[in-house]
């Protein structure tokens, strides 16, 4: 299986991530997801096939079904359309294929918008030491993975490297102003109800995820990638018992079989079996199903 970790098109580099190439379209940006995966903050060698695809086509269903809540920054992911406006990019027509996608260039709003569903990750850790999640306190007595009483928006800082840190709601308001941080705050606890309950229907709980947003014009618009097993904790319905750590749609099998081997975190990583390798894809695929009933190939 073809695995596609790095693009080199023949377009401006706006920025590289840990996993998209994101190029300069005149006033529009290229957005490629590669199959590049990430585990506690640092690029693993290899990739897992076809995760580029499932990262690209969920965000874009996810963008479309949310379109209503808010608009987005998509213009298109037709990649007939896109080298229709690009000529240059005719012959990388076959790499471009599913992990492509125009958008509008926007001014990002300088933070991550979280919101958290259930007792999962660091949430988990601060409520045991503290019985908050971001100083948001909560009823004693919870289990790990239980549903809490409400979604909580909890947003944090966007790093450029290493992890992000979490703020209070007061403290991003401060940052971008009351009327963007109420807004982006509504915003992203209607797109997580409506998502939430669409997924549950299709066998998957949405624990947590994680939303940008940026300014078209004066415009608040949705931005980067939604909903997908890289910005989101997915959990299978059918397997969900509150109490323990949950089987999830992710790159879990690569962030335990690290653990496994007592990797420091440091680079360089280690190269990923062909087994985790397998499992991890499997896992993207499966979600990408649930959600869309489609096929990614």
């Not at 079904?65 to 998509?74: A, E, L, Q, S, Y």
């Not at 109800?193 to 299709?202: I, K, S, T, V």
């Amino acid at each position: 299986m073809e695995v596609i970790t790095e693009t080199k098109l023949p377009l401006k580099l706006f920025k590289k991530g840990k996993v998209r190439d994101v190029y300069e379209v005149g006033d529009m940006l290229l957005i490629v997801a590669t199959d590049r995966i990430s585990a506690f903050d640092i690029v693993l060698p290899g990739g897992i096939p076809d995760k580029g695809k499932v990262l690209n086509m969920l965000s874009a269903f996810w963008f479309d079904f949310t379109k209503g809540i808010i608009p987005n920054h998509v213009i298109t992911t037709d990649v007939s359309e896109i080298i229709s406006k690009v000529k240059a990019l005719e012959e990388y027509k076959k790499i471009l294929e599913g992990r492509a996608m125009l958008v509008k260039k926007t001014t990002p709003i300088a933070v991550e918008c979280v919101v958290r569903g259930y007792l999962a990750g660091s949430g988990w850790k601060e409520y045991r030491e503290k019985g908050s999640i971001c100083g948001i306190g909560l009823p004693a007595g919870l289990k790990e993975s239980q549903r809490i009483p409400f979604p909580l928006f909890t947003p944090s800082t966007k790093a450029q490297t290493g992890h992000d840190i979490n703020i209070t709601e007061e403290k991003m308001m401060k940052m971008v102003g009351e009327k963007t941080g109420s807004i982006i705050k509504e915003k992203s606890l209607k797109i997580y109800e409506l998502a939430c309950e669409y997924a549950e229907q299709r066998g998957i709980i949405i624990a947590d995820t994680k939303f940008e947003f940026g300014f078209d014009n004066t415009d608040i618009v949705l931005i980067d990638e939604i909903l997908t097993p890289d910005s989101s904790r997915f959990w299978s319905r059918d397997t969900y018992v509150p109490g323990r750590s949950q089987d999830s749609f992710d790159k879990q099998f690569v962030r335990d079989w690290l653990e496994s081997i007592k990797w420091n975190k440091e680079p360089p990583a280690p190269l990923l079996p062909e087994e985790v390798v397998r499992k991890t894809r499997e896992k993207y695929l499966e979600a990408y199903r649930r959600i869309t009933d489609k096929e990614i190939i």
